[in-house]
């Protein structure tokens, strides 16, 4: 029993297409259609009808479906059991991008590992899928259905322009940010998802320019005078060099909160935190 193979026809289900599936999955659909030929070769039965439509599931292959979604799940229960007993266990922590560069680094993790992705939804689907140990998200997009403590709460920060002559205000409205152009980082983006959620609530007619993917130097969009942006708090503090102005949002914060499977995962971080602490 290949439990990689799966893990994979659970996806090609779940999508309804080997094409989405291959996507989701990261491999190419040549090596997924081989996984799915492979479990229908073992299990001598025809598990998905392909047609010009898609796939549709035979009954046979929404048993297997059942059965092997409570296999990866005992499996993985098994895994996450076993670390708990291994005191000696590295703690993989799964983070935001600036959580690994302005928040960790107060920390001696040296013996631990961080694994970066740019938007919590995915730092919850690792975690959910046993990449991680534990997972330091923005608690705006925490779904209830893992352990949970609140680190610490920042706002948002916007960077603006010097030409826009709004340096001597304390605090940035909507009102004003309306007036002018912004730029943000693509979707998916944690801090593109707030925005556009609390413009929506708010009816606030956002007059955003141009998008930015993950790896460009947004910044560099600022400095040139074509529009603000707006970064979380922890970020701002590090671009204080930067010949721009930098002024708070009004109404716009963030928690970051650490999400376990377990209170002992949960809380052995916890412990870790405090007490690795760099004086």
Not at 175 to 198: A, F, G, N, R, V
Not at 212 to 223: E, H, I
Not at 252 to 274: G, M, Y
Request: aromatic share 8%; proline share 3%; with cysteine.
């Amino acid at each position: 029993m290949n439990l990689e193979w799966l893990q994979s026809y659970i996806v090609i289900v779940e999508e309804k297409s080997i094409t989405k599936a291959a996507e989701r999955l990261n491999i190419s659909q040549p090596a997924l259609s081989k996984q799915l030929k492979g479990l229908e070769s073992e299990y001598n039965i025809l598990l998905l009808n392909r047609t010009t439509k898609g796939i549709e599931v035979t009954k046979a292959g929404f048993h297997l479906y059942n059965q092997a979604k409570s296999l990866i799940q005992q499996s993985n229960l098994i895994k996450l059991e076993l670390q708990e007993m291994n005191e000696s266990h590295k703690m993989t922590i799964g983070c935001l991008p600036s959580i690994a560069t302005s928040y960790l680094p107060n920390f001696n993790l040296k013996n631990h590992c961080v694994f970066i992705q740019n938007y919590s939804k995915a730092l919850i689907h690792s975690l959910e899928n046993n990449q991680v140990n534990i997972s330091l998200i923005d608690n705006y997009f925490y779904d209830g259905s893992l352990v949970k403590k609140d680190l610490f709460s920042e706002k948002y920060v916007a960077l603006i322009p010097k030409k826009y002559n709004l340096g001597q205000l304390n605090e940035l409205s909507w009102k004003i940010i309306e007036e002018y152009p912004l730029i943000l980082h693509s979707s998916p983006c944690d801090t593109y998802s707030k925005i556009k959620s609390h413009a929506y609530n708010n009816t606030i007619n956002l007059n955003i320019t141009k998008y930015v993917p993950f790896g460009d130097f947004l910044y560099g969009y600022v400095l040139s005078g074509e529009g603000m942006t707006i970064v979380p708090q922890l970020i701002s503090q590090n671009l204080r060099h930067l010949d721009i102005d930098l002024i708070p949002v009004e109404d716009l914060e963030l928690t970051i909160s650490a999400v376990a499977k377990t209170n002992k995962i949960l809380n052995s971080f916890l412990d870790l935190i405090q007490d690795e602490v760099i004086k």
